[in-house]
């Protein structure tokens, strides 16, 4: 398998909305789901945070990991932005193919 989840908060629905549609567009990503009104609890700086966050969860391809996570952190706003990429172990069939349809950088599979 090829398919990944990639993991990514975001402080508020504008900049998670900008970076969702940016991934797709450009094919890093195949989907990207919002999961608003979480709560991160997080040291930083030496104080504990606590921040209401927009979670994104995005499908893409392993191929695609070092671009993606490149233009991930071009485009967020945060100084250390969460990345986190999870292998997809199994799934189903015509949905990962899917995805390596929607994130190949050629032409041909648009």
Not at 40 to 43: D, E, H, L, V
Not at 71 to 77: A, G, K, M, W
């Given at each position: 398998m090829n398919a990944i989840v990639?993991?990514?908060t975001c402080p508020d629905e504008a900049s998670a909305s900008r970076l969702?549609?940016?991934l797709v567009e450009e094919r890093l990503a195949a989907c990207v789901n919002r999961m608003p009104g979480m709560t991160?609890?997080?040291?930083w700086k030496g104080a504990i945070h606590n921040d209401g966050e927009v979670l994104l969860l995005i499908k893409s391809v392993r191929d695609r990991f070092e671009?993606?996570?490149a233009?991930?952190?071009?485009?967020?706003?945060h100084e250390?932005?969460?990345v986190i990429a999870v292998d997809i172990a199994?799934?189903?069939?015509?949905?990962?193919?899917?995805?390596?349809?929607?994130?190949?950088?050629?032409?041909?599979?648009?």
């Open positions: 990639v993991f990514c969702a549609q940016i991160s609890t997080y040291r671009a993606l996570r233009r991930i952190v071009t485009l967020h706003p250390l932005p969460e199994s799934g189903h069939a015509p949905y990962l193919d899917w995805i390596a349809a929607q994130t190949a950088s050629d032409a041909s599979s648009r």
